[in-house]
């Protein structure tokens, strides 16, 4: 039988990098001339934005591994019962990388593999923390590329006119903290709504074949 993914543990590990991210920034930089500070706080969200992409990942891999209908009532394909990790994310990636156009483009994405109503689907989609999401692409776009273009969506995601550079905003008024503060909490509840989707299925009854 295929191992299954511990999505949970996933989740687990992007708490422990969020944590470990925020740590950095507000003391390890202590001492730095403000463009370093800049600098660390950009490293923080292109790092913070790898970190909740690769749970992402695991979750929707995660979610196709621990029960194969998810992507057969998405796409209408039949797929077996039992799909080892590897099957599972070639069907994600499909030998490319895993992407993603902002909190729109995710949920989108999601939606691909897993049924509309899946807890996963629901979890991003909570407006709470839509403006998060938004802020993590626009944001991480921005100290990428500081291109005019990715200037533009960091300017509207925050609701300002002029920005210096991602990191400039984020350092101040505990902005880089609080982003993070939201995603940990998204990742958290992922792992409360899973422990209790497999609690109930493992309340649902079982009947023998043939009655």
């Known amino acids: 039988m295929a191992r299954k993914k511990s999505i949970k543990k996933s989740a687990k590990e992007f708490l422990d990098e969020a944590a470990a991210l925020e740590n950095f920034v507000n003391t390890s930089i202590t001492g730095l001339t403000d463009m370093h500070q800049t600098w660390c706080h950009e490293y923080a969200i292109i790092r913070l934005y790898r970190e909740f992409e690769q749970m992402m990942l695991s979750a929707i891999v995660g979610a196709i591994n621990n029960n194969s209908t998810t992507i057969s009532e998405s796409t209408g394909v039949s797929f077996p019962k039992h799909l080892t990790d590897e099957v599972c994310e070639y069907l994600v990636l499909g ?117």
């Open 95 to 211: 030998g490319g990388y895993f992407d993603f156009k902002g909190r729109d483009g995710l949920i989108k994405t999601i939606k691909r593999y897993v049924p509309d109503d899946h807890y996963l689907v629901d979890i991003i989609k909570d407006s709470k923390y839509k403006d998060t999401l938004e802020k993590l692409t626009a944001l991480r776009n921005f100290a990428t590329h500081e291109s005019n273009q990715s200037k533009r969506a960091a300017l509207t995601s925050i609701k300002q006119k002029r920005v210096g550079s991602a990191g400039s905003w984020l350092k101040k008024q505990g902005r880089y903290a609080a982003l993070s503060t939201k995603l940990k909490e998204l990742g958290q509840k992922s792992m409360i709504v899973l422990r209790t989707e497999n609690q109930l299925t493992k309340m649902q009854p079982t009947f023998p074949v043939g009655g």
